[in-house]
């Protein structure tokens, strides 16, 4: 089960427009950093494909260390690979407790 804001966040995601049989609003999404497809079901929480590239969790778009607030005008959700490449890795997990 994924908390509410972040099943939010990843509905307001961008949507992908891959065209495999399993592309929809619930599966796919675009992380807004690269680009490239995140999986629903590859959330930072779901210990199995965490490691994936497609997995996911929720970003802070100004880093709290730079003031950024835990508000959904500040989240969204992103690959954890790209999150990994902003430094801000802890955050997330932060959340996620
Ligand atoms: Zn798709
Ligand atoms: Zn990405």
Redesign the pocket.
Known sequence: MLRPNSERLWQEAKQ???G?GD?SARN?RLCPICNE?MLYGSHFTNEKTRDSKFAWNIDLIVPKQDGGLWKLNNMRAVHIKCNKSRNNKDQSREYEK
């Open positions: 992908c427009n891959c495999s592309c796919h497809k």
